[in-house]
């Protein structure tokens, strides 16, 4: 299991590398309560960015003190997965696409 406190790591996923990096922690917004980490893929040697963001862990909503922040590999190919499968095209340029997932990276 990959440990989101080191921010950053590579996925190799169908053959094709990508970099991630921790975008944003769990917080909580005047706004919108609490809103779940963040984090931003780039395929190796591209320009377009992705955003998976995950919905605030439950312990939080509960009122329950943050523990370690963890994500697996699995969750992360599911993201790039998903992303691929919602319109991210890596090679393209423009702005980071933000996509919304949950839990399980789906």
């Known amino acids: 299991m990959a440990n989101i406190k080191s921010t950053t790591g590579t996925i190799v996923v169908d053959g ?5 990096r921790l975008q944003r922690e769990p917080q909580l ?3 919108e309560g609490w809103k779940g980490m963040a984090i931003a893929l780039l395929e190796h040697d591209t320009k377009r960015e992705a955003l998976l963001e995950f919905p605030a862990p439950k312990r939080l909503l509960k009122g329950l003190p943050r523990g370690r922040l963890q994500i697996d590999d699995a969750t992360l190919a599911r993201g790039v997965r998903a ?7 890596p090679v393209s340029r423009g702005k980071p696409m ?3 997932v949950d839990a399980d990276g789906n």
């Open 16 to 20: 094709i590398t990508y970099d991630w």
């Open 29 to 31: 917004t005047d706004d």
């Open 83 to 89: 992303a691929l499968l919602a319109g991210w095209e």
């Open 98 to 100: 933000i996509f919304t």
